[in-house]
């Protein structure tokens, strides 16, 4: 078997030998073990997976998070010949059948899909007969409550690997406590003997925390800048307008700067990225968004010009230099009012007692089986959408609701030609069919709007001919037609004994999220103001020991660094009135009814229901930004206002 497995990787990827850690994990997979593999990004952890799908029968189903990434893949498998192919939203119902097709009948030796994918009916039921030999999981840390990127979908995916009888399960991850790399291997059932991790410890990164004050952080990086060899460089920052603002100090200083977002347009995104990669001494300066998929050896430097989420972004990071062993400088500017910033992010998540008591009421007050518009309910109940989402899936994991094929409630044409026009083309039975939808279609300012459910039930027939003959018009370019309104379906299973008791424990389960997400922040300071090796430390907390201390990071170069502490200043009594004032508006109170929200509101922390209210443009909204939401929230209890 040996044999077969060195052979494949010269013959299909022309590589000669194995990386740390793959043949390994490879071997596991082989012998039919599922198995882990927590290698640092770039160190090859897809082969682990892209491999035995050659060599096993039947076939692999990848599962990773970001299409960008899985399309390159795909491309990649392409040039290699082998038969690979993803799943996505971008395929038309054409193109999805010819891949289940090949999928059944054994074409296919890879399928890459996004974990949302499983949420749909047909797919289940369509890849439910199938041999799956290797169900891979990317990004597999996601599935712990433990880790600093938690995906309830993550959780359904453990079920879904069983009930499709996948004989083996591989979980790959970059960054995994041992706590997280405990949930991923009780979660996908993989024995603790067959979880490989590679090491953590590079010794050509120097690691650099430096403090600085917010008055003083733009000319520090610009002296940075000027005092360095040049070298290809990405500086992180938290907010996208940040990202803009330093990119253009540093072009009016005569840099090669760009900044890089996800609120920029996709081919703008994808041009940035293309320049950097071709560039020996571009700078990026870029949100987080920038990185997942750029695999460049030579970046020299990694600045933080904001203060890294959790050590676990961090190392993700600064695991980006220096990929060709050549020496690298990754340095954090440690600034301490970063820090409310980042926390509010976190508060912000947190629903309010009373949001979630509204939510589950409304809940199991539908019909058995109903259906959802997840926007509407964040709106309604003040929950950010995507913690909502999260509510929904614990709902589903602990057997209350089951969770359908989403549809679109809403579907919308512009015809291009007349009515008349288009009824000419068809005959009989179907001229009148088309004469019926147009019928059932409401028209608003330029698009028709119809509602496929409503519509079938006027025609007696089902929803998918009405969609079927839309998107039918669309293909002969006699409509243009785009879908919209997506609504979830739910199947409810059983009702809670108490309603407030069940919301509660979301509380409960929230808060703790909340506490858990703060502690990571302050890791990050920890180690910042750490008195003794900081790269041995962060190799510790990923369960690295290491004796001797590096000799590379700020505590070995430098000492112990001092962070002056900055006190928050006080609240003005005077604030008092203000939001009396505020809360006399009856509009106010429903949205402000809660110490919570009222906290979030001073902090300057959006949320559904104060941008529904307009409650942003008020002159109070995050006039208390630059204090801690704790301390906020304490004087809002001691001055009893809500
Ligand atoms: P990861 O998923 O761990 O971040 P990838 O799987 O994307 O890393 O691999 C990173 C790069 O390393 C890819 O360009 C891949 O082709 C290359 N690679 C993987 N394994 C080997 C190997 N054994 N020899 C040489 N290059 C390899
Ligand atoms: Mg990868």
Redesign the pocket.
């Known amino acids: 078997m040996t044999n077969d497995i060195d052979g494949a ?1 010269k013959d299909y ?1 022309g ?1 000669d ?3 740390g850690g ?1 043949r390994e994990v490879i071997e596991h997979l082989m012998e039919g073990h599922s198995a882990a593999a927590v ?9 682990c997976y892209q491999l035995p799908a050659l060599l096993k029968s039947g076939l692999t189903l990848v599962v990773s998070p970001l299409i960008a990434l899985m399309k390159d893949q795909v491309d990649a498998m392409a040039r290699r010949n082998i038969a690979a192919s993803q799943l996505d939203s971008s395929l038309s119902l054409d193109e999805y059948r010819d891949v289940m097709a090949r999928v059944r009948n054994g074409q296919l030796r890879m399928l890459y899909v996004a974990p949302e994918r499983f949420n749909n009916e047909r797919f289940r039921a369509a890849i439910k007969g199938v041999e799956i030999s290797l169900f891979a999981v990317d990004e597999a840390h996601c599935i712990s409550e433990w880790g600093h990127n938690f995906r309830p979908d993550y959780l359904k995916l453990a079920g879904f690997a069983r009930d499709l009888n996948a004989k083996c399960v591989l979980a ?1 991850t ?1 960054t995994a406590t041992s706590k997280v790399l405990e949930d991923v291997c009780v979660g996908f059932e993989i024995a603790p003997e067959c979880a490989v991790r590679t090491g953590f410890y590079r010794s050509n990164l120097t690691l650099l925390m430096t403090p600085v004050a917010v008055g003083d952080r733009d000319d520090l990086l610009l002296a940075k800048l000027r005092e360095r060899a040049t070298g290809s460089t990405i500086i992180y920052v938290t907010l996208q307008k940040t990202a803009q603002e330093i990119a253009d100090r540093l072009i009016e200083a005569g840099y090669s700067a760009r900044a890089y977002h996800a609120g920029m347009k996709p081919d703008v995104r994808a041009g940035i990225q293309d320049w950097f990669m071709g560039s020996s001494e571009g700078i990026v300066v870029a949100t987080i968004a920038f990185g997942m998929g750029v ?1 460049k050896a030579d970046i020299r430097f990694v600045y933080h010009y904001n203060i890294p989420k959790s050590l676990e972004n961090y190392s993700q990071e600064i695991g980006r230099a220096g990929r060709d062993d050549q020496p690298s400088i990754c340095e954090a500017f440690i600034c301490h009012d970063d820090r409310f910033v980042l926390e509010n992010f976190v508060y912000g998540d947190t629903p309010t007692l009373n949001a979630l008591r509204g939510l589950v009421n409304t809940l199991f007050t539908q019909e058995e089986r109903f259906d959802v518009n997840l926007y509407e309910l964040s709106s309604a109940h003040d929950i950010r959408a995507l913690v909502l989402r999260t509510l929904m899936t614990y709902l589903e994991l602990e057997g209350y609701l089951r969770g359908g094929t989403p549809f679109y409630a809403d579907y919308q044409f512009k015809p291009l030609m007349s009515s008349r026009e288009i009824l000419g083309q068809f005959e009989g039975s179907q001229t009148d069919f088309l004469a019926g939808i147009f019928k059932q279609s409401v028209k608003k300012r330029i698009w028709f709007h119809i509602d496929p459910e409503k519509t079938a039930r006027a025609l007696d027939c089902d929803r998918e001919k009405v969609i079927k003959s839309l998107d039918y018009l669309g293909d002969r370019q006699m409509f243009e037609v785009k879908a919209a309104g997506i609504r979830h379906r739910y199947q409810r299973l059983k009702i809670p004994d108490d309603l407030y008791e069940l919301a509660g424990q979301m509380f409960a389960r929230m808060e703790k999220r909340e506490d858990a997400e703060i502690t990571r922040l302050v890791q990050v300071l920890d180690l910042a103001s750490l008195d003794s090796c900081q790269i041995n430390a962060l190799a510790a907390h990923f369960t690295e020991t290491r004796s001797e201390p590096c000799g590379h990071c700020s505590h070995c170069l430098l000492g112990p660094q001092h962070f002056p502490k900055e006190e928050p200043p006080a609240i003005d009594e005077g604030l008092v009135a203000g939001v009396q004032d505020l809360l006399s508006s009856e509009q106010n109170t429903q949205v402000l009814n809660d110490p919570r929200s009222l906290t979030r509101f001073l902090c300057g922390i959006t949320s559904p229901g104060i941008s529904r209210a307009r409650l942003t443009r008020h002159n109070l909204f995050g006039s208390l930004s630059r204090i801690p939401f704790k301390q906020v929230r304490d004087w809002i209890e001691l001055q009893k206002i809500v």
């Open positions: 990787l990827f590589f030998h194995f990386r793959q290698f640092p990004t770039g160190a090859g952890k897809s082969l790959l970059a695999d």
